[in-house]
């Protein structure tokens, strides 16, 4: 059971790197970025290809994280230049048509073969008690915690985080006062899309195929919605609470066939509608007067 | 009355109708492979069909009620799974199982509908979505009953065996779906669904449940893709695998619904149709599969980045056109029976108090609304107007103090069920609905369509253009009369009306003023009338109540109210105070 729980860390990790960027791309850019995985996926493919080539992991790697951040940065420019006065609906609507073309790109040029991805931090692996604990482990799941509370730190206690913050808040009121919005909108993309690129390459070996890496966007959106599209505290504790669920579920059945396991991708739309009920208990209208 | 005004708003229609049975009439029964329908092409004219149908669900879901759902393929998998059961544990007919499909996806409709309640725009965007993964992963472990083994179980009825009589059923499917939803979505029902995009509180103002309105959405785009589930089984014939409903697919499907602007028919038929034909071409000429997927990509963000109407808003008959009729005749003048105030009131608030955490937004206020009479609120900006309708309609519900009328005590009812037992209001900002007419929009304030005449007499009196003039083509400030005009068309006992002449011309204000003063008489009803137009106000009331941070300051008629010292020096600020020489602190006290 609890080296199950532990396993789960590494799936939890990413989910909660993948929701705390999806929050700061909400906090920041004011778009909930369903493509957010689906860029990162065709940076993780292009990386693939470079190693097959002979390349060094690590020089691929970095490949791939300069080529995420640079489709993202062009996403964010094209947002800010189109949608900027858009509503948040339609923005991330525009999302979900970026998603589709990187899917079907990504899905063209690969044709979702059999990938070689470089297993991380492989040579890393120490037992504590009876539970194993892999470098994958490790790094993703210190990974979401140290990048969300550098996050959080450069948000609420630096000059930039004030005007992101103003820059999600009122645009043009920030853009008045001389803050070039355009310009912080495409750097937000960017550190995301460099991020999301990050845990993919990470989790890749254990995923595999195209959709399985790019619907990882659903889980890191239940971490999110559980941080209530805000706190990133609370959306990496909700990432690892769903991959440790996750990990653990199939136990569930062994004693009495209860069927639970069966469910288990039900999981993530039963936490998500949770979440969003109790954060949204309040709320009566959708407008003010 | 000839066929063309009894067909009403749906003559327009028809053109694109008959077109469309007329050339997949043509494409059917053309000999061997002439038809455009030939054998080869019969199976992508099917999926065509089937696809509309899909689209059709998505697309009036997003293009009518403004709800972005991902899950729209996962209810057509839903109903598919049942179909596919039922092919092969029970033989009951074709049509009994298409039925028995769409009745079982309506359950689901319901608990995604329910969820829409609360969780709207984006976030129910989340919910579908993880809803959409969640079914593909039971479908994982729960196979689709049948597509382990290799037979072939005849799906398609008895007649409809070929893939071109099988294309004709779908078809026609496909059109009656269409043209039920066209006629259901001209109903108050269908009318409220672009009610509740364009405004939430408008909607409950109009006396309709914001709730109920989103889960019939959802039910109706449910049923629509349960019957595409069920000829999804005899499009395949029997074998279909959960790979089919990707969470993927329903994304493609929505970026397509809003490529095209798939909530009418022809739209979902064009959508249908690049769904189906661009991949086959793909196909056929060796290109990649997924050119498809990057195009509607491309060309959802396109669509939006144009306002979103998609390309079939460019069609002619979807174009807002004109009315040809007259403009409605004034009706007689009616002598406005002027009451005398103090009469018995019809609506009693008593001692309403309204907190927003520490500020006290209204304080102990009291207003009576005599009968029959025309009662005005006065008051400078942020006095606490609008969270007296807002409390009073029942849009801010924690208040302290009593809402009575005609005895019946108000407190416990939703803003809707106020709306519903004669307590109606305008808003501030305008909310009359760009897509609707002008008598849809009325209608919709209504629980049975008003009769023909009496519609007519209500335009004529607020001179408002004919009831089939589009409300797009109409200017803002006789948008705003429509509103008032629509919060009467019910009867209401007493009408709220928030700011009415704000935006309005000097004579259209005047005129409006006049009309105002008729109400009583013509309408049985009183009226509470907030207003920053003092003349307007002075003119119309036979009673004013003034407020100022939250207080009634005076209280009286219009001469009474405006010759008090207090309430200039509530608008104007304190160097009146030397300018009248009262003795204002003395007044106060």
Redo the contacts between chains.
């Keep these: 059971m609890l080296d199950l729980a532990v396993a789960g860390l590494a799936g939890g990790g990413v989910y909660a790197l993948i929701g705390v960027c999806l929050v700061l791309s909400f906090r920041v850019g004011a778009v ?1 970025n ?1 493509s957010q995985t689906f860029s990162a996926v065709l940076a993780v493919y292009v990386m693939s290809e470079f190693i097959a080539h002979g390349w060094n992991q690590w020089l691929a790697i970095v490949a791939a994280l300069v080529m995420g951040g640079f489709i993202s940065a062009v996403q964010g420019w ?1 947002m800010s230049r ?2 900027s006065n ?5 923005r ?3 999302t ?10 990504t ?2 040029i690969f044709h979702d073969t059999q990938r070689l991805f470089p297993r991380l931090f492989s040579s890393v692996k120490f037992k504590i008690g009876t539970v194993t604990v892999t470098g994958a482990t490790i790094a993703s799941f210190l990974g979401a915690i140290v990048i969300a509370l550098v996050v959080w730190l450069v948000l609420g206690r630096t000059r930039v985080g004030v005007i992101l913050r103003a820059v999600s808040g009122r645009p043009v009121t920030a853009e008045l006062m001389g803050v070039r919005t355009s310009r912080y909108v495409v750097f937000v993309w960017t550190l995301t899309g460099v991020l999301t690129t990050a845990a993919i390459v990470i989790t890749a070996p254990s995923r595999r195929s195209i ?1 399985n890496m790019a ?1 990882l ?2 889980p890191g ?2 971490a999110a ?1 559980i941080g209530s599209m805000r706190s990133f505290l609370l959306t990496v504790v909700g990432g690892i609470a769903i991959g440790m669920i996750e990990s653990v579920a199939p136990m569930w059945d062994r004693g009495e066939k209860l069927g639970i396991g ?8 039963v936490m ?2 949770l979440a ?2 109790w954060s ?2 309040k ?1 009566t ?3 003010s ?1 | 009355m000839n066929l063309a005004e009894r067909l009403g708003d749906h003559r327009r229609l028809m053109v694109p109708t008959i077109l469309l049975v007329v050339v997949a009439l043509l494409g059917v029964l053309a000999p061997g492979n002439v038809g455009f329908i030939g054998s080869t092409w019969a199976a992508v004219a099917i999926t065509a069909a089937v696809q509309g149908l899909i689209a059709l669900s998505a697309g009036m879901l997003f293009g009518r009620a403004g709800l972005l759902s991902l899950c729209a393929v996962s209810f057509v998998g839903i109903s598919a799974w049942v179909n596919a059961w039922l092919v092969v544990h029970a033989s009951l007919p074709f049509f009994v199982n298409v039925l028995i499909g769409a009745i079982a996806v309506i359950p689901f409709g319901i608990l995604v509908g329910g969820l829409a309640v609360r969780l709207r725009g984006v976030n129910l965007a989340i919910v579908t979505l993880t809803f959409a993964a969640a079914v593909v992963g039971v479908f994982g472990s729960h196979k689709f009953p049948g597509s382990q083994d290799d037979k072939n179980r005849g799906a398609r009825p008895i007649g409809f065996q070929s893939d071109r009589m099988y294309f004709l059923l779908c078809f026609m499917v496909l059109v009656a779906c269409g043209l039920a939803l066209e006629w259901y979505g001209r109903r108050r029902n269908g009318l409220a669904w672009r009610a509740v995009r364009s405004s939430e509180r408008a909607t409950a103002g109009a006396g309709l449940s914001v709730p109920m309105v989103k889960v019939n959405a959802f039910v109706v785009s449910a049923v629509l893709a349960g019957i595409a589930g069920g000829l999804f089984m005899g499009q395949y014939k029997g074998s279909i695998s959960e790979a089919t409903f990707l969470p993927v697919a329903s994304m493609v499907l929505v970026a397509s619904a809003v490529m095209v602007g798939a909530q009418s028919l022809s739209g979902a038929v064009l959508a249908g149709l690049l769904a189906s034909v661009i991949p086959e071409i793909f196909d056929r000429n060796g290109w990649a599969t997924e050119y498809p997927q990057i195009l509607f990509g491309l060309g959802a963000i396109q669509a939006l980045s144009q306002g979103g109407g998609g390309i079939s808003a460019g069609f002619p008959w979807r174009r807002p056109q004109h009315s040809t009729r007259p403009t409605p005749e004034p009706p007689p003048e009616v002598a406005a029976t002027a009451i005398a105030a103090g009469g018995a009131a019809i609506l009693d608030i008593r001692n309403l108090t309204v907190r927003y955490g520490a500020l006290t937004a209204l304080s102990e206020v009291n207003v009576k609304v005599p009968a029959q009479t025309v009662v005005g609120v006065i008051g400078p900006n942020g006095a606490g107007k609008s969270t007296l309708v807002d409390a009073v309609c029942g849009f801010v519900t924690n208040y302290n103090g009593d809402v009575v009328l005609n005895g019946r005590p108000f407190d416990a009812m939703s803003a809707t069920n106020r709306a519903r037992a004669g307590l109606r209001r305008t808003f501030q900002q305008g909310r009359a609905i760009p897509e609707l007419t002008v008598g849809q929009y009325i209608n919709l304030s209504v629980a049975k369509p008003l009769p023909a005449d009496e519609l007519e007499q209500l335009l004529g009196f607020f001179q408002l253009p004919p009831a089939d003039e589009p409300i797009s083509l109409i200017d803002v400030g006789t948008r705003r009369i429509l509103e008032v005009a629509a919060s009467l068309a019910s009867r209401p006992q007493v009408v709220f009306l928030d700011e009415p002449a704000a935006g309005l011309g000097a004579e259209q204000s005047a005129l409006l003023g006049q009309h105002i003063k008729e109400i009583p008489a013509r309408f049985g009803c009183s009226v509470l009338l907030i207003e920053h137009n003092v003349e307007l106000v002075a003119e119309v009331c036979s009673e004013i109540t003034v407020i100022d941070f939250g207080v009634v300051i005076a209280h009286g008629t219009p001469n009474e109210v405006l010759s008090n010292p207090i309430v200039a020096r509530a608008y104007l600020g304190e160097e009146i105070e030397h300018e009248v020489g009262v003795d204002v602190e003395g007044a106060l006290q």
Excluded: C, H, K
Excluded at chain 1, 86 to 90: D, F
């Design positions: 909930i369903f094209v189109l949608f858009a509503s948040v609906l339609v991330s609507t525009v979900i048509g970026m998603a589709l073309s990187f899917f079907g790109i899905t063209r959709p619907f966007i659903v959106l239940a919605i069966d469910y288990r991708p039900a999981l993530s739309f998500v509608t969003l009920l949204q208990r709320e209208w959708n407008e007067r």
